[in-house]
């Protein structure tokens, strides 16, 4: 069996998607800098140098995959990674692709 056969076609489309996704330069530095710590979006828009509209879409796009989680405190939400799906899909792409 070769090991494109071994993922469903539903497994294929999500590690597509998420492949997709972290493709896009933005999105993938968030991710790099939510590895090291919890951030604002107004934080995040300061150090990425863009409008905080842009990086609240980056955002809502990251967190409907389940890449990143949410934690409201106070008035602002801080927004921190999902190492576990982020590292599901990661081993996901190694088993199939190695």
């Known amino acids: 069996m070769k090991k494109q ?14 492949v997709k ?15 090291q710590k919890t951030y604002c979006v107004c934080e995040l828009s ?3 140098d863009l409008p905080q509209n ?3 879409y980056h955002l809502k796009v990251l967190k409907d995959f389940k ?8 008035r602002k939400n801080f927004y921190q990674l999902n190492k576990k799906p982020l590292s599901v ?4 792409l190694n ?4």
């Open 54 to 56: 842009l990086v609240s």
């Open 5 to 18: 056969d071994s993922l469903s076609h539903i497994k294929q489309k999500e590690v597509l998607d998420f």
């Open 67 to 74: 890449i990143i989680s949410v934690q409201k405190k106070g």
């Open 46 to 48: 300061q150090l990425l």
């Open 89 to 92: 899909f990661c081993r996901t």
């Open 95 to 98: 088993e199939n692709l190695i």
């Open 21 to 35: 996704i972290l493709a896009d330069e933005e999105r993938f530095k968030i991710v790099y800098l939510l590895r």
